[in-house]
Nanobody
Framework: QVQLVESGGGLVQAGGSLRLSCAAS????????MGWYRQAPGKQRELVAR???????THADSVKGRFTISRDNAKSTVYLQMNSLKPEDTAVYYC???????WGKGTLVTVSS
């Protein structure tokens, strides 16, 4: 019933940009806090950014100034704009409905040096 579908990943050179999208269904999107997480091979999944229903956002220190989370409630979609990408940003990026613990299947971002 609940579905989160990520898109926008791909291969990009260091210094480049990508915008990830997560389309949600089966939830009242506007009242849900949403998050982006990432997981690199052999590493634990880590929180990248969160956006609350109020529009307040938080970003991990490692991405501050480079990544921006946003949402479009009319489209039930949360975005992650990623600029100045670094090889260490390479990971599978996952969309998450924070309070209800629903996950998307992820989209792969690969940053080459």
């Amino acid at each position: 019933q609940v579905q989160l579908v990520e898109s926008g990943g791909g291969l990009v050179q260091a210094g480049g940009s990508l915008r990830l999208s997560c389309a949600a269904s089966g939830i009242i999107f506007s009242v849900n806090a949403m998050g982006w997480y990432r997981q690199a091979p052999g590493k634990q999944r880590e929180l990248v950014a969160r956006i609350f229903s109020s529009g307040i956002t938080t970003h991990a220190d490692s991405v501050k100034g480079r990544f921006t989370i946003s949402r479009d409630n009319a489209k039930s979609t949360v975005y992650l704009q990623m600029n100045s990408l670094k090889p260490e940003d390479t990971a599978v990026y996952y969309c998450h409905t924070l309070s209800m613990d629903y996950w998307g299947k992820g989209t792969l971002v690969t940053v080459s040096s």
